[in-house]
């Protein structure tokens, strides 16, 4: 019986090495810790000029917020508000009062507590005037006691914190839309601690940079990349599949074509517009509806364009057509009006059709006749021929189609008699030089944040952050002042489509084109979604093996 146990012992033992090397020749299946971390690499911008969520207001910039900040309230995929930070939200019947409940547990991307009192301290920032936040009016102007607030005393502000999960916000007039405000990114919440402590360079390096969102940043390396990581501390840290996404700061559209076709670059924003032709066709080259406008700032501070007949003289010069369908390769359409295609009126019927009894403000197929009736106006205006007009100088950042389009103004001014130049700016200089006012003529544009049209029109009342055109009209003014009092969603209507006509009649600025997003994106992406609003929600993302 010792002897045949022995060989029984002996077999098993053989056939158990047997096993083991044969076990070696494959590779055991990794546990997801031992997987590759996953990282999704795009370009959607540059360096951005800021990522303080109150002093952004540019699309790029609002993007990177996306992955940093959870706001109160999110926007989904189909582009519905959905809970944020605050698991519901309730309105008082007279629709007031706005009542936010947030999550048990919430956490800064350094582990330490959020509460209600932070969105108190981070809303009454964006309306305090020393924070100089361009969308202060625009996000909170309906808040009541916000024009104290403006006027240097922000805590008269009607927001408070009950309790740690509690924040409520009382407004001066209801806002249908202000859970839409709730989800915007200025308002995210920012740790007060960390900004007393380092001050507007709070915003600009990893180690200072505190949010509550998906994803922190690990690693800035300007004009390079920022790397975004996985917030361990996030509420919803379990639904996150990426590890990072690695943005990079390129500006030039070649180099970054260059990283796409390399694979360096999963998605870029900035498509080379000469390759465009070539892309039509190609499954990973996307032409997406954007709810915004393309559109000429007139500094209206400028003496040279104080008269409203050279500012339609200008804008009557542009063949609106031309510049859509060739130069931008029919990529956008060609704008009538200043509110454009996408946006709906009070009953859910397109705003820009009921807008000047139903006809555009400008002809798109009657170019010859604008140009005829723009000579006449700047002959008005005392500069037949253009004689006697100084010369201008039209800015703008070169990416897309900013530097064809201004070509061609050169060109198309020139048939006034007028003289041109162009002159290119970094975009990390080029929005706060122009916010500022510090140019002549300026490249412009517009994305809503929400679907109402109050939205943009906003962006021309003389106090605005974002009136880069520094237009002043006391009409537009009391017309949208009436607009923000009324209740009624017909009447408020009316007073935005009177607000439009006197801004358009002004020319306010000069509409040329109502935008579409062209990208490149590999369909290793997965999980993510592109909105009409100008972001990418690549947060929610996965890379397919």
Known sequence: MKRKTTLVLVIIMILSLTLTACGK??????????????????????????????????????????????????????????????????????????????????????????????????????????????????????????????????????????????????????????????????????????????????????????????????????????????????????????????????????????????????????????????????????????????????????????????????????????????LMQGTYTPASNFIGTGVADWDGSSFMDNANGGKPYISIDDHEGNLTKAKELLAEAGYPEGKGFPAITYSLNDAGYHKVVAQYIQQAWKELGLTVSVEVVEWASFTPQRRAGDYQISRDGWLFDYNDASNMLELMYSTNGNNNAKYNSPAFDALMDKAAAEVDPKTRSGYLHQAEDVMMADAAIIPIAYYNQFYLQSPKITGSWYSPYGYWYFQYADIAE
């Not at 954007?290 to 040279?304: E, H, K, P, R, S």
Request: proline share 7%; with cysteine; aromatic share 10%.
């Open 25 to 326: 020749t494959s590779t055991p299946a990794q546990s997801d810790a031992e997987k590759a971390p996953k990282q999704l690499v795009a370009q959607i911008g540059p360096n951005p000029e800021t990522l303080d969520p109150a002093l952004n207001s540019a699309v790029d910039g609002g993007n990177m917020l996306l992955f940093a900040f959870d706001c109160l309230l999110n926007v989904d995929k189909d582009n519905k508000i959905i809970p944020g930070a605050a698991e519901k939200w309730e309105t008082s019947p007279d629709g007031l009062t706005w009542t936010f409940h947030l999550r048990e547990g919430l956490k800064w991307s350094d582990g330490s507590p959020l509460t209600a009192k932070d969105f108190v301290y981070s809303w009454k920032r964006v309306a305090d005037p020393a924070t100089a936040a361009p969308y202060g009016q625009t996000m909170l102007g309906m808040v009541k006691g916000f024009d104290e607030a403006a006027g240097g005393n922000p805590d008269a502000l009607a927001v408070s914190a009950p309790d740690d999960k509690t924040f409520v916000v009382e407004l001066a007039n209801p806002t249908a839309y202000f859970d839409s405000l709730a989800a915007f990114a200025a308002l995210s919440p920012v740790q007060q601690a960390t900004i007393e402590a380092n001050g507007d360079a709070w915003a600009t390096k990893p180690e200072s940079y505190i949010g509550n969102g998906p994803f922190y940043i690990s690693e800035w390396v300007p004009s390079s990349y920022i790397l975004f990581t996985k917030n361990p501390n996030y509420r919803d840290a379990a639904s996150i599949k990426l590890d990072s996404i690695k943005l990079l700061l390129i500006e030039d559209s070649n180099a970054a074509y260059a990283a796409y076709k390399t694979g360096e670059a999963m998605m870029i924003k900035d498509v080379p517009t000469a390759e465009i032709p070539s892309l039509q066709g190609n499954s990973e080259f996307y032409i997406d509806p954007l709810l915004g406008t393309y559109y000429v700032d007139l500094n209206n501070t400028l003496d040279q364009f104080s008269d409203p007949r050279v500012r339609m003289a200008l804008s009557l010069a542009i063949d609106r057509k031309y510049v859509a369908e060739t």
